[in-house]
């Protein structure tokens, strides 16, 4: 629900270029983002985060989805 909220505020512009960023975090074309992919992909654009944040992040969209 939490996320359908924010994607009904996102402009078309802004849901295309993150499924452009989501494809090119997703190396292994699976429709998920491992922890590795992730931090990966943070890093390739430019964001150094420790472990444990980006286990925070990780965390926190997996409790958003299930709600």
Same mark, same amino acid.
């Given at each position: /629900?939490?996320?359908?909220? @924010?994607?009904?505020?996102?402009?078309? *512009?802004? @849901?295309?270029?993150?499924?452009? /960023?989501?494809?090119?975090? =997703?190396?292994?074309?699976?429709?998920?983002? $491992?922890?590795?992919?992730?931090?990966?992909?943070?890093?390739?654009?430019? $964001?150094?985060?420790?472990?444990? *944040? @980006?286990? =925070?992040? /990780? *965390?926190?969209?997996?409790?958003?989805?299930?709600?």
């Amino acid at each position: /629900m939490y996320l359908q909220v @924010i994607a009904e505020r996102l402009s078309e *512009e802004e @849901i295309a270029g993150l499924r452009q /960023m989501f494809k090119a975090v =997703d190396v292994q074309n699976r429709g998920v983002i $491992t922890f590795g992919e992730l931090r990966q992909g943070l890093r390739r654009y430019g $964001t150094e985060l420790e472990d444990r *944040e @980006i286990s =925070d992040i /990780m *965390e926190a969209v997996s409790v958003i989805s299930r709600l």
